[in-house]
Antibody, heavy 119, light 107 residues
């Protein structure tokens, strides 16, 4: 059974860089796209972007200028960096395993990491 | 960007009843990119349906998805106590995944 375990700093000051990592346990790392999604308090889910095992990335255009998603395939880990954070980036951040091609969906999710941006 | 709207916002039902959840898109969505998820407090999101109507592995057959174009439906034929949760639809189009705001199914 595939499980995702995520971690990272939970409290940031404005202008700092958010950094989260997600480790994949079980299952294959290749053949999937590894996603980051966030949910601000009281709001809906927002897809941030994804990366495959080769390092090919796709980003939400609304965040692209501040986002970097990277992969460490030997470790079966992928990471999110979001620069110049503001209070608007306060959210619950999820990592997920995604499928692209014949279908488009995320079939395994992490439990989420709360990130708060406050001075 | 395709905007998804879900209705109702909250659905109050009893175990054994039928639940019908709606997901409407601001423009046509290809069926292979429409998925439904369940979320319970403190738990990871669970994929229920992909490709608009295909049940994910291990999902009971009381869950079914239907629809095409701009209108999609998730139906739970007979609610079990463990089905009370928040349900989200998701689509992929124009190089971005978007999600609906969710429907809460409560007792």
């Amino acid at each position: 059974q595939v499980q995702l375990q995520q971690w990272g700093a939970g409290l940031l000051k404005p202008s700092e860089t958010l950094s989260l990592t997600c480790a994949v346990y079980g299952g294959s790392f290749s053949g999937y796209y590894w996603s980051w999604i966030r949910q601000p308090p009281g709001k809906g889910l927002e897809w941030i972007g994804d990366v495959n095992h080769s390092g090919n990335t796709n980003y939400n255009a609304s965040l692209q200028s501040r986002v970097t998603i990277s992969v460490d395939t030997p470790k079966k880990q992928f990471s999110l960096k979001l620069s110049s954070v503001t209070a608007a980036d306060t959210s619950l951040y999820y990592c997920a395993r995604g499928v692209r091609g014949s279908y488009y969906y995320m079939d395994v999710w992490g439990k989420g990491t709360t990130v708060t941006v406050s001075s | 960007e395709i905007v998804l709207t879900q209705s109702p916002g909250t659905l109050s039902l009893s175990p054994g009843e039928r639940a019908t959840l709606s997901c409407r898109a601001s423009q046509s969505v290809t069926s292979n990119s429409l998925a439904w998820y369940q979320q319970k407090p403190g738990q990871a999101h669970r994929l229920l349906i992909f490709g608009a109507s295909r049940r994910a592995t291990g999902i009971p057959d009381r869950f079914s998805g239907s629809g095409s174009g701009t209108d999609f439906t998730l139906t739970i034929s007979r609610l079990e106590p463990e089905d009370f949760a928040v349900y989200y639809c998701q689509q992929y189009g124009s190089s971005v995944f978007t999600f609906g705001p969710g429907t809460k199914v409560d007792i």
